[in-house]
C-alpha cells in the first residue's frame, strides 16, 4: 500500500470512528453509490469522492473538519447538491471527503417576537418556509429547488429567487451564522440583533463564499409578517423595453408591496408551452415577452385587488401592456408561478444548453439583450435563446439553445468558450456581473479574473489564504488558485 494509500486509510477509519460506518460511505463497498453526492445538478460533472460523510451535529462537523485538516485531505460542503456552477461536488482525483450536511436538518428556535427562527444547515428550503408559516410568519426566500436546495447552500451561493425585489437576496434574510472554519473550530454567530457593530462582518464574510472560508452549520433567519393577501397577475407586453416601463409603473403604483417581478421571452415560453402542454401558457404566440408580478398586501385582498387592476389599466392606458390577467384563486396563482419555474426544466428536455446567471443594470437590460442578440445571431445562425429572469432586481438568465436540429452535445462542445466569451464581454461592457445568483463554483473560476478587478482578487486571495491556509475548503472554487 502507498503512503498516500495508507493515510487516507486512515483517515476513513478515523471518520468512521467519529461518524459510525453507516455514515463513511466510500466506494470500496461495490454495493454503495455515491453518484447522488458526486454528480452536479447539471449532470455537467461527474466526480469521484474519497468518501462522503454525513455529519449529524457541528461537534462531528468540526471532528471532521480536525481530521481532514490532520490528514492534508481537502472537503467539499455539499448541502442539497442543487447548485449550477460545479462547485458543491468532488473533483475526479478520488481524494477529496464530501461533507454532507443534510443530516443536520433541525429548527433548533423560534422567536416570533424577534421575528426569527435558527435553522441548521442540512434544513431545506421549503422546511425553513413552513417553520415561519406555522408561527403565522413568511421566510420570503423562493426559488424552483426549493424541494430540495437546503438553508446551508442558499446561504453560501447568496441564493436570490423570485422575492429579491422585495426582500432582498439571503444575505439580506441572515441575522447570525454557526461556522466551523478550516482548522475545526466552531464559530457560534447566531445572533438575532439587527444591529451589532462590534467590528468586522463575519456573517456577510461567509455568506456568498461557497463553502471556502468556513463550513456553515446552522443560520438564524430574519422572518417577516404574513401579508394578507398576495395576488398575481400575468402581463404580455410588447417589448423588453415596455417591461422595464412596467416595472416602473409597479414601483410607482404598488410600492413595497411589490415582491415579483419576473420577464420571459417568446422562446422560453414556447418551449415550456411544447414540453408541458398541461400548463396551457398565457399570450406567448402572440407576445414577444411576457411578465409575471406580485403584489403582498397587508391590509385586504379588496385593497390588493385595487392596487394591482389600476397599475394593469395605467400600463395599458400607456400601451405598455396589451394584454393581461390576474389569478383569481391561490391554486390559479400557483399555476402561472409553476410556468415560470418550469422554463429551466422545458430547456433541459430540448437538450444541453449554455447557462449564463448575469447581472445588468435594469435600464440597461433592453440595449444588452438587444446587443447580444445581434452578436449570436450573426456567429451562429439559427442559435436560439432563452431569455428569462428577475427583471425586478436585474438577474437575466440569458441561456443559449443550439439551432434547431443540431445536436447539442456537439454544440456545446464546438461553441461554448467562444460564446460564453462573447456574452461576458457584453455583460462587462454594459456594467454587469457574470454571476448574480448561482454563485462562481469551479466553473467559472478560471473565467473570473478576466472580468474581476485585479485588487478585488487579490483582496480576495489573502482572505482565503488567511481563513484557509492549506487550502482544504473547496479548493478550486471562487479562486482558481
Known sequence: ????????????????????????????????????????????????????????????????????????????????????????????????????????SAIRSTDPANLTLTAEAGCTLVQVQQAAEALGLLF?????????????????????????????????????????????????????????????????????????LGIITAATLKLSPMPHARLTAWAAVPSLDAAVALLGLAHHHLGPGLTGFEAMGQFALQLTQTHFPQLRVPFWQTSPWCVLLEIADHESEDHARHLLERLLETAMEQNVVSDAVVAESLAQAKQLWHIRECIPLAQAEEGLNIKHDIGIPISRIPDFVAHTDGLLAQAIPGVRLVNFGHLG??????????????????????????????????????????????????????????????????????????????????PSRVLSR
Open 393 to 474: 432586481d436585474g438577474n437575466l438568465h440569458y441561456n443559449v439553445q443550439a439551432p434547431e436540429g443540431v445536436d447539442s452535445a456537439t454544440f456545446l462542445q464546438e461553441h461554448e468558450s467562444a460564446i460564453n466569451t462573447l456574452v461576458y464581454d457584453a455583460v462587462h461592457r454594459f456594467g454587469g456581473s457574470i454571476s448574480a445568483e448561482h454563485g462562481i463554483g469551479s466553473l467559472k473560476a478560471d473565467t473570473l479574473p478576466r472580468y474581476k478587478s485585479a485588487v478585488a482578487l487579490d483582496l480576495m486571495a489573502r482572505i482565503k489564504q488567511a481563513l484557509d491556509p492549506h487550502h482544504l475548503l473547496n
Open 1 to 104: 500500500m502507498s503512503e498516500s494509500n495508507a493515510a487516507h486509510a486512515a483517515l476513513i477509519h478515523t471518520l468512521t470512528l467519529q461518524l459510525g460506518a453507516a455514515h463513511v460511505l466510500t466506494h470500496a463497498d461495490p454495493s454503495t453509490d455515491l453518484s447522488a453526492w458526486e454528480n452536479d445538478w447539471r449532470k455537467r460533472h461527474q466526480g469521484r469522492a474519497l468518501a462522503v460523510v454525513r455529519p449529524g451535529s457541528t461537534a462531528e462537523v468540526a471532528n471532521v473538519v480536525r481530521a481532514c485538516a490532520q490528514a492534508g485531505v481537502a472537503m467539499v460542503p455539499q448541502g442539497g447538491n442543487t447548485g449550477l456552477v460545479v462547485g458543491g461536488v468532488p473533483d475526479t482525483s478520488g481524494t477529496q471527503v464530501v461533507v454532507s450536511l443534510q443530516r443536520m
Open 140 to 212: 420570503p426566500l423562493s426559488l424552483a429547488a426549493e424541494g430540495s436546495c437546503t438553508i446551508g447552500g442558499n446561504l453560501a451561493t447568496n441564493a436570490g429567487g423570485t422575492q429579491v425585489v422585495r426582500h432582498g437576496n439571503a444575505r439580506e434574510l441572515c441575522l447570525g451564522l454557526e461556522v466551523v472554519t478550516a482548522s475545526g473550530d466552531v464559530w457560534n454567530g447566531l445572533s438575532g440583533l439587527r444591529k451589532d457593530n462590534t467590528g468586522y462582518d463575519l456573517r456577510h464574510l461567509m455568506v456568498g463564499s461557497e463553502g471556502t
